[in-house]
């Protein structure tokens, strides 16, 4: 499941640095997508594979940070 949070234009997302925060179960993995003012601009759940972790994480190029919470 994919949600893309719609905020401001195409060009102050490019200038703007984004944080990811992932959190981790055995089964599945909820990616949260925010920009520098803590503003969801993404959000997806999926099945907890490395590989396909790191596709979505890919297509934000401009991550500054990700964050991690397991249990």
């Known amino acids: 499941m994919e949600r893309a ?3 401001g234009t195409r060009q102050r997302r490019r200038m703007m640095d984004f944080y990811a925060g992932l ?3 055995l ?3 909820t990616i949260c997508v ?3 003012d803590g503003k969801v601009i993404w959000e997806a759940k ?3 594979d ?3 972790i790191a596709l979505l994480l890919a297509k934000w190029e401009l991550l500054k940070r990700v964050g ?3 249990f």
Request: glycine share 4%; aromatic share 0%.
């Open 46 to 48: 999926l099945d907890t």
């Open 50 to 52: 490395p590989d396909a």
């Open 5 to 7: 949070v719609r905020s």
């Open 27 to 29: 089964e599945a993995t």
């Open 23 to 25: 959190d981790v179960s």
């Open 34 to 36: 925010v920009d520098g």
């Open 68 to 70: 991690l919470e397991a």
